[in-house]
């Protein structure tokens, strides 16, 4: 796997970084910058050797199949304008942000990028084949490129035309892939979290965010490894219907009931969920919020965050634990 401290003459290279700049974004202000910040290492290293820099991201959903009115409105709601601002101020040096994702627009700011300047391009999802890894849109980002660098840790699983479609053209063509600080370093972090030595233990790991399925390999992994798994955030409402827990209008998936049942069977008593929820009428613009009593969320509410019990709970164990995994937010933070 090459890092990027082992690309040589990067003066005047004309550099791809999928990076992950999917932030929280309320009337277009950026309520977390985190996923800016973590990425700004390797943009710093690349402009320092006067690399000529272009970034590439996805930012939210955009769902292709609803009607184009719809459309363009998520569009308008997930673009990155926002974050080539904070970025700059980040970086200390000016970003240019692109407003198309391919077109001629794009490949005159793809073209005109100078050694030691950063480009950010749109929001990747505009385009219907991102997500389907299009070999098509894949050459478009491709074309011209000396280097691509992978730094979206969050997004490296999937193979998608930015992620993946990319790279592959360019290692056909003989040009190199490399990964960047932060992709290196938790790659770093989670050969620790494979590598459990005695002195390790308790070893507990927390899971959060949206699907079961997008962590299916990494729950049958630690289950392996951890003495406890601590689950929240919307994945934490499928265990919970699988368990014959009531949800409401929570989000769930259907399809992983099975697999969360037997699960959670599996790691007889290993795995705890949450005891209690915080649960509002609406994910946006919510008139009604509540601390459910139990497990169990109504009919006409969502669940939102782990409630006061359960945050206790986990604190109780996390504050018995030797090392800590934690992947994934409890709740609706951004809210």
């Known amino acids: 796997m090459l890092t990027i401290d082992q690309l040589s003459d990067l003066k005047g290279k004309r550099v791809l970084v999928r990076v992950d700049f999917n932030v929280p974004l ?57 974050v080539a601002a904070r970025l700059g101020e980040i970086l200390r040096v000016p970003v240019a942000f692109c407003p198309d994702t391919t077109g001629e627009k794009a490949k005159f700011f793809m073209g005109v990028v100078e050694p030691g300047e950063v480009v950010l391009m749109e929001n990747t999802r505009y385009e219907k084949g991102e997500e389907k890894n299009d070999p098509e849109l894949a050459k ?15 997004s490296a ?71 406890k798994i601590l689950i929240g955030g919307a994945m934490a409402y499928t265990f919970a219907k699988a368990l014959g827990r009531t949800i409401g209008k929570s989000p769930c998936e259907d399809d992983q009931l099975e697999y969360a049942k037997k699960c959670f069977e599996e790691a007889n008593g290993r795995i705890l969920l949450p005891l209690d929820s915080i649960a509002t009428d609406a994910f946006e ?13 109504p009919g006409e509410m969502e669940g939102m965050d782990i409630g006061p019990k359960t945050a206790a709970l986990f604190q109780q164990e996390i504050s018995k634990a030797k090392m800590v995994f934690w992947n994934g937010p409890m709740g609706v933070f951004e809210q």
Not at 45 to 56: D, E, P, Y
Not at 161 to 185: D, F, N, R
Not at 285 to 297: L, M, Y
């Open 140 to 154: 478009k980002w491709a074309e011209n490129i000396d280097i691509f660098v992978m730094d979206a840790f969050g």
């Open 285 to 297: 613009g919510w008139t009604q919020k509540i601390v459910t009593d139990d497990a169990n969320i």
């Open 157 to 227: 699983h999937r193979a998608h035309a930015s992620t993946y479609g990319v790279p592959e053209i360019l290692k056909a063509q003989g040009k190199p892939v490399a990964i960047g600080y932060l992709v290196e370093k938790e790659v770093r972090n989670l050969t620790r979290c494979v590598e459990v030595k005695d002195g390790d233990r308790p070893y507990i790991a927390i899971l959060g965010g949206f699907k079961v399925s997008d962590k299916i390999k990494v729950i049958d992994s630690l289950l392996k490894k951890c003495d």
């Open 26 to 82: 309320k009337d277009g202000e950026i309520r977390d910058d985190n996923r800016i910040v973590q990425a700004a290492p390797t943009i710093k290293m690349l402009i320092s050797h006067g690399a000529r820099v272009i970034l590439l991201s996805h930012l939210g959903k955009i769902k292709h199949k609803e009607a184009p009115e719809v459309v363009e409105a998520q569009k308008k709601k997930n673009s990155l304008r926002p």
